[in-house]
């Protein structure tokens, strides 16, 4: 596996610390606040040990890239470490393409686990050693109750639950039936281990928990080795303390499992991190439940798990996100108890806002109409120099071929404009960025259809630059784009994947797929691209002046046929006007 250089990685993320640190206004979240205290107060000889536990049963999404954020950022704030753990206790849903592609975005958002991957499966010896004492101690049975069974004796919040009628089976024999399950001579559902702990406690989680359960499946790494598996609750608080893990920290939905995980640290008398909770990421217009995810995956309404209207981090990552802007995404929103949810628009302003300062500037005709300015000879080209950042010159320029034939956007030609139209008419005169002004004279139109099909122009010499020497206001410039020159693309759009803000919004009984946006993959074909960026690399990003953000597709792209994407817009609005 591609393991990147430590210290490399270290820069980078101190970077993105100081992003927050160097910013008085941010003041300290309610867990950093709590981990201050803990060090302050010399709470587990003052370490800060934390950990990232995904189920290897998806790709990461950006809701994911919060909680890499603040674990690994917290790690890196005081001095501590961060493990990356696989929580791979269910081996129906994981799989090894997910672990690795998980590797690969928490290094690619820039952040490096201190020592090896763990795994939960490499603490199932450790967590059955577990099980068989708290056997041995009679707090856990094996209940031969089914499914449905054990749902009607676990009660409702109203109502306590009813003791299992195995409840009381004598140790021995809880014993050996949990040793013969481990053998494989039960079938999938007739046992399960279950914590002896209270069945009319107020808390759910407490009404005798599954510990265990029969599952003859192959699993990733541990192959046919064992028939039994650890459920998430009995493995997640062990496999952390197993870990060393000082502070562990979770989504809000864990705040009611806390007093079970600490029943069982009780128990077992082992090393009892502290659990914090935190409220998870929703974002409007998309989905991010794994499930979900997979979902549209499965049945082919995206492109795979990189498509770029996925909130996936390898999909942001196609679209043109930087580990900078979802790293600055991450710090902006900051860690809060309640849950919300964040506008769509505040991830996208994080992009402009790091590829404003980053992005080299380009031009770019997506929607092409060509013109003819007559007063050039068919053989003369000029070149224009352009500026690759307008503030920062750092940035330097580029030649850019102006001649005879150019192309502009369509967009930007109005045979009958109102009075506010500052762009080409009839008659009308506009501004060329970095070379000329030019006058339309004639439209040419297909016969057939009608459609507007050549400008024929001519170009004012004395224009040079845009600026006129009679003082005669120009007001509108449009970018453009050599016709002998340009470089074929076809290029995407992207909106937001669905579209309702909420899936709360959606019907009871309604599928919800019924709420993708189908819009939300426009492709234009035959865009005429500044030539400059036929050496366009994966990974690079790009201002196309007046149209966005844009990258190449790191999976589509040919040197024969180019393929960008629109990362972002230049502003919030659909910049449907040009
Ligand atoms: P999902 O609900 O999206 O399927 P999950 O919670 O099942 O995700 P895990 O692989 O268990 O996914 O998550 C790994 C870690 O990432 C967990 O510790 C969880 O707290 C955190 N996490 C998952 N989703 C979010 C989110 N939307 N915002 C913040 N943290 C999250
Ligand atoms: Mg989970």
């Not at 952040?111 to 101690?137: H, T």
């Not at 919040?157 to 040793?179: A, H, M, T, Y």
């Not at 991010?288 to 082919?300: A, F, T």
Request: charged fraction near 25%; aromatic fraction near 8%; include cysteine.
């Amino acid at each position: 596996m591609r393991q990147p250089h430590r210290s490399k990685m270290a820069d980078t993320h101190s970077n993105s610390t100081n992003d927050s640190s160097e910013n008085p206004a941010i003041s300290l979240d309610f867990i950093r606040q709590r981990v201050t205290d803990d060090v302050a107060a010399g709470k587990h000889g003052a370490r800060v040990q934390t950990r990232f536990p995904p189920e290897p049963n998806g790709y990461l999404h950006i809701g994911h890239a919060k909680a890499i954020c603040l674990n690994f950022g917290l790690a890196a704030e005081f001095g501590g470490k961060c493990n990356l753990r696989m929580d791979d206790t269910n081996p129906l849903a994981e799989d090894t393409e997910y672990v690795e592609s998980i590797k690969a975005d928490v290094q690619w958002l820039g952040f490096q686990w201190d020592g090896p991957v763990y795994y939960a499966s490499d603490y199932f010896p450790a967590l059955y050693e577990m099980a068989e004492k708290l056997i041995l101690a009679g707090q856990a049975y094996v209940c031969s109750l089914n499914v449905e069974q054990v749902r009607q004796y676990r009660g409702s919040w109203n109502s306590p639950g009813r003791n299992s009628p195995d409840r009381d089976r004598p140790i021995s024999e809880n014993l050996e039936l949990f040793r013969r399950m481990k053998a494989g001579e039960f079938p999938d559902g007739s046992y399960t281990l279950r914590a002896k702990i209270d069945m009319a406690a107020p808390n759910m989680n407490l009404r005798d928990p599954a510990l265990y359960r029969i599952r003859h499946a192959h699993h990733h790494r541990t192959g046919d080795q064992w028939c039994i598996y650890p459920t998430y609750d009995f493995a997640h608080g062990q496999s952390d303390s197993l870990e060393g893990i000082t502070h562990s920290i979770c989504t809000l939905e864990f705040e009611d499992h806390r007093p079970l995980y600490d029943w069982f640290l009780e128990q077992l008398g082992i090393h009892r991190p502290q659990q914090i909770e935190f409220a998870r990421l929703n974002l409007t217009n998309t989905v991010m439940s794994k499930r979900r995810l997979l979902e549209l995956v499965k049945q082919g309404l995206v492109a795979g798990w990189s498509d770029p209207r996925m909130p996936t981090i390898c999909g942001l990552r196609r679209r043109g996100y930087t580990p900078q802007a979802l790293r600055q995404f991450c710090a902006a929103i900051g860690v809060t108890k309640f849950n919300s949810t964040t506008p769509m628009a505040r991830l996208e302003e994080a992009l402009r806002h790091d590829l404003n300062e980053t992005a080299g500037r380009v031009m770019a005709v997506l929607e092409p109409l060509k013109v003819v300015i007559e007063n050039i000879p068919a053989d003369q080209v000029e070149l224009r120099t352009a500026a690759n950042h307008p503030a920062k010159p750092e940035f330097g320029t580029r030649e850019i071929p102006f001649g005879r034939e150019i192309y502009i956007e369509r967009s930007d030609f109005m045979e009958n404009a109102p009075k506010s139209f500052f762009r080409l008419q009839p008659g009308g005169e506009v501004r060329l960025r970095f070379a000329y002004v030019i006058k339309c004279h004639e439209v040419k139109k297909d016969p057939d259809t009608g459609e507007i099909v050549e400008l024929r122009c001519t170009y004012d010499p004395e224009t040079a630059g845009g600026k006129t020497s009679d003082g005669r206001k120009i007001k509108g410039t449009i970018h453009w784009v050599s016709a002998a020159h340009a470089v074929d693309a076809e290029v995407r759009l992207y909106e937001n994947l669905l579209l309702v803000e909420s899936l709360a919004e959606v019907e009871d009984g309604e599928d919800w797929k019924n709420q993708l946006n189908p819009a939300s993959l426009r492709v234009l074909r035959g865009c005429k691209l500044e030539s400059s960026l036929r050496q366009a690399r994966v990974g690079q990003s790009f201002q196309f002046e007046r149209n966005g953000y844009f990258c190449l597709d790191s999976e589509d792209s040919t040197a024969q046929a180019l393929v960008f994407n629109r990362s972002v817009s230049l502003r919030e609005a659909a910049d449907k006007s040009a």
